[in-house]
């Protein structure tokens, strides 16, 4: 898979892209940073997870990247092809095959609300991030605890816990935070 990786410094229009073969956007990430001579650990950056692919900041540098899927004839940017030994493999889960060997969607779990979710992912040689993805699902219609969910993480960003844990886990105060509002 190719990327196109945009690197520009916070708060500045500027930017420089690199377009890179990688297996995974953080694969993608990495390689963009070796190009740009930036071999110092991913620690402290803050990643939004996006459709087709993240954005990444590291407050450290001061530097925003944007990691996007693209089209595989889409050139390379010298330096930017996928190491020899890649090899790709898929992390989604496999899918069942039916007797005539057709693939099938995997069986939809009905739970009882609430739906919890959680995948993590420690930092390895080949991807120095750490990932951790948590989902609680909601029944169609029940309002009660979706709004309950919703006024806790009110009350976390009104107590200060959450700029709290985020200066206690990346070293730094929020670049962006979040307002407390009616709108949350």
Known sequence: MRWIVEVSPIGSKES???CVDADSWQKGLQAARKIRGDNAPMSGFSIELMND?????DPASRLRYE???TGDDTPL???GEAPPSSS?????PPRATTKKGKSEAPPAVNAIPPIFIKREQDPTAETPLTYREYAFGVAKGSTGL???LNVAIFDLHKKGKVGELWKKWFGIDMLYPTGVGPGF
């Open 16 to 18: 420089q892209s690199y």
């Open 77 to 79: 940017t010298p330096g």
């Open 146 to 148: 979706k709004d309950w």
């Open 53 to 57: 692919g993240c954005r990444a900041v």
């Open 67 to 69: 990691v996007k899927r």
């Open 88 to 92: 790709r493999k898929s992390t989604r």
